[in-house]
């Protein structure tokens, strides 16, 4: 019933429209013309698709009769839906039996949702559909869809700025510089959208169009960014084509390969007081840099090497490690580290430190402006600069002439103010060295000193200011004239002689040998008015000498005797000690002569004289010949082997060029006991050879002393002494006269053997404390009187 229903359907459906066709035809073709806009679906092949057409009446009174699926020109509908029963829910679907017509199927929905569905669309199915709606009531209506097949594009192809095609990583692009990238599509129906992505987020969705020439099959996007920043590092950008909403865009990825500057450069110092010849650790950090910076270190311009310096490298830092030792040269020196992107021209950032480097004050000493170290004279100002060079900067300034310092002292003439010194009128007490010193909290300084000498005019040395020359007449003296000046060239000397009478007169008739700064004069008086005042005068480019180097020639004359003289008891000899007088104004030596007492039996004498009368050196006429005799620079003599028994006298002279002197006596010396040993011959004294130790007889106004002699028989009446001498030792008394109690002089000795301890003395209050004069007792204590002039402590 359904099957003969359909028939029905379709065949009144088919005669009706054939009824019309012939009718109709250029109607509908106008109509279809006409539809108003049409609506353009796009379609994927394969997919699904709905083809709108809203069948809502125009008034809610009216309905749906009939609804009608064309296609492009053809008359014959392919789809159609038969409502004149009364009711959409039971109205008769029908489609033509072609492919179309089996994968369509017109969905009612609610009127304006109605769609007519195709299901799996080829490229066939594409084409212009129109609806057509037919009311009970209301005029019909036409609704056009253009169904359309996508047409997907090519893949992206993306290009560089110089046009080379990027296949792997765009770039390299430099930090700071544009980035130019094309990406490009053929084909695509409908045409494409080409766009850039970044993470997500549309870079840019302008699609370039050629404004000149035919329409190119091609689609491009150019992306360019006027300025790359470091949010492009390590990042990726998307090329996005896209030829209708509904499909599914076609991307291509770019992996950027982005040059960066680097970022931070930071010194690290491990010590921030840095001192003078203390090693310190600097580090330099840097971070930012794609690829990884390399680190240069430079120190007042000056690069430092390699060697020095260690690197820790990682993808996109770089730690630089370098050991320096300053010194004060690098006081406010600039410590530079410098990072560098090798690949990236220009790519650099650097940080600078100025060293604050504290030393000890480094000090030099010169004259202050306007001073001239050869031009400086006498009585000129001089001013003297300490100049410091010091990190922190000095807290004192010393001053030291010639290690001896320095102090503000304006009576005297030194001012001193910050680092200068300021030495009013110069004399040759300022001449030496002067330096400075200089203290701050580091340490202290002091500089090479600077010798400060000046000009002045000749003046006698020190020490030959005034000289008293002996002359005899006749007799040629060289008068000696030293003095100090500077300059010390072109020194010239002249003399004046001062006589008697008053006058001054030049020199005549001598001759002066000029030498530097000596002047010798060689001078010969003839007359008793040439002795008197010599006076050498010198000067030089600074002037002349203000007062002269004196010479007093005056006529040579004996010398005067020595006086106090002693003698003094060593442990194998005698000393004899005295004092010289005036030398007459020659040089002169001293004469020793012993000789025995006038009377005493056993000695060698001639017919008495007096002790003082003058005598020659082998002794005068009627006095007792010298039985010994030396001589010596000094008047000190040792005497040894005077034969016991015996008194003897000594006697001391000096003698010049002019004659001996008297003589300086030591009376009535008594030798009893042999003391010591033979005295070796040395010096100019002749000696018996027989002599002997003894002990001088005692007297109140004598000293008792052992002497020792020694000689050398040279001279034949000395011989002859010695021989008469020798004999008396044989034929020597063995008794003695008594010796006269006297008061207790502990300058008169007693003596013991060899073989007895030294005792211990202790002198009365009148002796001579003076002497060291050794006691001994005798051991047969033959002169009982000689014990009671000493107390003997003997050791226990």
């Known amino acids: 019933m359904h099957c003969t229903s359909g028939h029905v359907f379709l065949t009144s459906l088919l005669i009706l429209l054939r009824t019309r066709q012939a009718n109709t035809t250029a109607e509908d073709s106008l109509e279809f013309q006409n539809k108003g806009p049409v609506r353009l679906v796009w379609a994927t092949e394969g997919e699904d698709v709905e ?24 008359g014959i509908p392919l789809y159609s839906l038969d409502a004149r029963s009364g009711d959409l829910s039971s109205a008769m679907h029908w489609a033509v039996s072609d492919d179309l017509g089996r994968k369509s199927y017109f969905q009612i929905g609610d009127g304006h949702r109605a769609r007519l569905k195709i299901t799996k669309v080829s490229a066939k199915d594409q084409g212009i559909f129109r609806c057509r709606v037919d009311f009970i009531d209301s005029p019909t209506r036409n609704f056009q869809v253009n169904l359309t097949l ?68 091609f689609t491009v996007n150019h992306l360019f960014i006027d300025r790359v920043t470091r949010s492009l590092w390590g990042s990726k950008l998307e090329c996005r084509a896209q030829s209708a909403p509904m499909a599914a865009p076609i991307v291509r990825e770019v992996p950027l390969d982005i040059y960066l500057k ?7 110092l491990s010590d921030e007081q840095i001192y003078a010849g203390r090693p310190i650790a600097a580090r330099c950090e840097t971070w930012g840099s794609s690829p990884a910076a390399r680190i240069v270190w430079s120190l007042g311009g000056q690069t430092i090497g390699e060697p020095n310096v260690s690197i820790t490298q990682r993808s996109n830092s770089t730690v630089s490690k370098l050991a320096l030792a300053l010194g004060k040269d690098d006081d406010g020196k600039e410590l530079t580290c410098r990072a560098e992107n090798p690949r990236f021209p220009g790519g650099v950032l ?25 031009s400086l004279r006498e009585g000129d100002d001089l001013k003297l600069v300490c100049n410091v060079q010091s990190n922190p900067p000095p807290t004192k300034i010393i001053w030291y002439h010639d290690e001896n310092r320095l102090e503000h002292d304006v009576a005297g003439g030194t001012l001193i103010a910050s680092n200068t010194l300021t030495l009013r009128v110069l004399t040759l007490v300022h001449a030496g060295e002067y330096s400075c010193a200089a203290i701050n909290p580091v340490g202290e300084g002091r500089g090479p ?71 010798v004069l060689d001078y010969t008086p003839t007359a008793d008015t040439d002795f008197g005042t010599l006076a050498c005068w010198a000067s030089n480019s600074v ?53 025995g007492t006038p009377g005493q039996p056993g000695v060698v004498q001639v017919n008495s004289p007096t002790l003082h009368a003058p005598q020659s050196d082998q002794g005068t006429v009627g006095e007792v010949p010298a039985i010994y005799q030396e001589k010596n620079m000094r008047p000190n003599f040792q005497l040894h082997d005077l034969e016991p028994g ?36 040395t010096g100019t004294g002749i000696f018996l050879d027989d002599l002997k130790k003894a002990l001088p007889k005692a007297s109140s106004e004598n000293l008792i002393i052992v002497i020792a002699l020694a000689g050398t028989g040279a001279v034949a009446l000395i011989l002859i002494g010695i021989g008469i001498v020798i004999g008396l030792a044989v034929c020597r008394r063995r008794t003695s006269s008594p010796i006269k109690d006297e008061p207790d002089d502990f300058t008169i000795p007693s003596y013991v053997s060899a073989q007895r301890v030294e005792p211990r003395i202790r002198y009365s209050s009148d002796s001579r404390r003076s002497q060291r004069t050794s006691l001994y007792v005798e051991e047969n204590r033959n002169e ?13």
Not at 350 to 374: D, F, M, S
Not at 658 to 667: D, M, R, T, V
Request: aromatic share 8%; proline share 10%.
């Open 51 to 74: 083809l709108p057409c809203d069948i809502t009446p125009p008034t809610p009174t009216d309905s749906v009769n009939m609804v009608l699926w064309f296609k492009d020109t053809v």
């Open 150 to 217: 996508v047409e997907e594009p090519t893949k992206p192809v993306i290009y560089d700025a110089q046009g080379r095609e990027v296949t792997r990583v765009g770039g390299p692009f430099l930090e700071g510089y544009t980035l130019a990238l094309t990406c490009q599509v053929s084909g695509g129906r409908p045409k494409p959208s080409v766009t850039w992505w970044k993470d997500g987020e549309l870079l840019d969705g302008v699609v370039d169009t050629a404004s000149i020439g035919p329409p190119s099959k």
């Open 262 to 268: 680097p970022a931070i450069v930071k010194i690290i």
């Open 350 to 374: 650097e940080q600078t430190r100025v060293l604050n480097v504290a030393y000890a004050p480094v000090v030099a000493v010169h004259l202050a402006t306007g001073y001239v170290q050869n």
């Open 449 to 519: 000193p600077v010798f400060i000498r000046m000009k002045y005019a000749p003046r006698c040395r020190l020490g030959h200011e005034r000289r008293e020359i002996t002359a005899v007449r006749r007799e040629t003296v060289s008068l000696r004239c030293e003095v100090d000046a500077a300059p010390e060239d072109a020194v010239r000397f002249f003399w004046t002689y001062n006589g008697t009478r008053g006058d001054v007169l030049p020199v005549q008739n001598s001759r002066a040998q000029n030498n530097g700064l000596v002047s």
């Open 543 to 595: 002037g002349r000498q203000r007062a002269p180097c004196i010479f007093n020639v005056v006529p040579g004359k004996p010398p005067q005797p020595p006086f106090d003289c002693s003698l003094q008891n060593e442990t194998s000899s005698l000393e004899v000690n005295c004092v010289p007088g005036a030398d007459g104004g020659s040089p002169q030596y001293f004469l020793l002569e012993v000789r």
């Open 646 to 681: 015996f008194e003897y006298t000594l006697y001391v002279y000096a003698v010049n060029g002019q004659g001996k002197s008297e003589p300086a006596l030591l009376e009535h010396v008594r030798v009893i006991e042999p003391i010591g040993g033979k005295l070796e011959r």
């Open 784 to 796: 009982p009187d000689l014990l009671q002039r000493v107390e003997i402590d003997l050791p226990d």
